[in-house]
């Protein structure tokens, strides 16, 4: 089961434009922060809009439910067709599936669950009717999606990437990531991580030359901070300093000064 999940689909979008994704890729993205932002507006904006009708007509909590109920539904419908296709291509071959029906079949058991909820909560012919608004959660289903391809996935995939970065410190490796800053000590740097620190014999020059700009800076020397390291640049006395989210006070060399200050405002 685990390499059907892990297969990757060919997919075609509503305007002709391919891609690729799989039902193993799917869960990653819908756990990112991002993507629980972006269910959260397209949550909002069923609920705001009101296709059916609902206001007024059930209590306000019957209503998040819902409406909680019919997209929960289309994400796991969405998921058992994205897993289906990826069981039949690993027997019968590859093969490029329109999105957009993937999209209208999703839709499908969270409207009629809908329908059938709404009429025994309210009873009679006259309760808000879902399936005339079909073609609404299909277009509000399509522009999301098309959104969340452009905008969210890339910045997903890429915080992905900066997450498996590493750089080698002396002899080990050390994810970028969880890197706050290192100073020269001598023949030696010491290293500070989340949580933790180390010692290793290295050049802090080495360091830095595995490094992009964006990663950190140097303000002075002997230093190198991370980006997610936090700071903000403080005088003492006639110096300055970089006073750092974890309590470090980082001296800053008087040529760098304006340097820091850029970086800093730059990534703040």
Sequence with gaps: MSSIRDRTIQLIDIGGLEYALGPGELLFLLRHNASRLYLLCVYALL?????????????????????????????????????????????????????PL????????????????????????????????????FITAEVF?????????????????????????????????????IEAREHHVHVTLDGESLTQRARLGDIVAQTAPED?????????????????????????VLQLQDGTRIPVARTRVDEVRDWLERHA
């Design 102 to 137: 993937i999209t209208a079949v999703a839709i499908l058991p969270g409207t009629f669950a809908g329908e059938h909820i709404m009429a025994a909560l309210i009873g009679g012919t006259d309760h808000p009717q879902f399936f005339p608004q079909v073609i609404f959660y």
């Design 47 to 99: 609920v705001v809009t009101d296709a059916p009708g609902l206001l007024g007509q059930v209590a306000i909590p019957v209503l998040l439910a819902l409406w909680l109920l019919m997209l929960a539904l289309f994400l796991g419908t969405f998921w058992c067709i994205l897993f289906a296709i990826a069981a039949a291509q690993s027997r019968l071959g590859l093969w490029e599936t329109p999105a």
């Design 216 to 240: 950190g800076f140097q303000p002075h020397r002997s230093w190198w901070v991370a980006a997610q390291a936090g700071g903000r640049l403080e005088k003492d006395g006639l110096k300055h």
């Design 145 to 181: 999606g098309i959104l969340f391809l452009k905008f969210v996935r890339p910045v997903i995939e890429a915080k992905a990437r900066e997450a498996d970065r590493h750089i080698v410190i002396g002899a080990a490796p050390v994810p970028l990531s969880r890197l706050r800053h």
